[in-house]
Nanobody
Framework: VKLVESGGGLVQPGESLKLSCAAS????????MRWYRQAPGKEREWVAR????????KYADSVKGRFTISRDNAKNTVYLQMNSLKPEDTAVYYC??????????WGQGTQVTVSS
């Protein structure tokens, strides 16, 4: 089982980034997918989720209206489009796969830094 995040980097406030998380080794389409983030000195926090069936999405209040989560089950990939980035969005971003009754899977994370 593997989750590999990519797309992080250094951007200025107001700019955009698109994160990807490529999954392998499990039935991706059967899992709800979530993005979490962890800033230095802070606990990991949930950012967004997309369900396996139907693609229903939900967002943390701090990113609502700026971030969009999506998935491509044919490519076993989940995305996080991040617009209007703020310095407080700086964190390591992790993707997570969840299915009731099964173990959670986590990626290794990708760094996002928003700074002028």
């Amino acid at each position: 089982v593997k989750l590999v995040e990519s797309g992080g980097g250094l951007v200025q406030p107001g700019e955009s980034l698109k994160l990807s998380c490529a999954a392998s080794g499990f039935t991706f389409s059967s899992y709800a997918m979530r993005w979490y983030r962890q800033a230095p000195g802070k606990e990991r926090e949930w950012v967004a989720r997309i369900l396996s069936a139907g693609g229903s999405t939900k967002y943390a209040d701090s990113v609502k209206g700026r971030f969009t989560i999506s998935r491509d089950n044919a490519k076993n990939t989940v995305y996080l489009q991040m617009n209007s980035l703020k310095p407080e969005d700086t964190a390591v971003y992790y993707c997570n796969a969840q299915r009731i009754g099964r173990n959670d899977y986590w990626g290794q994370g990708t760094q996002v830094t928003v700074s002028s």
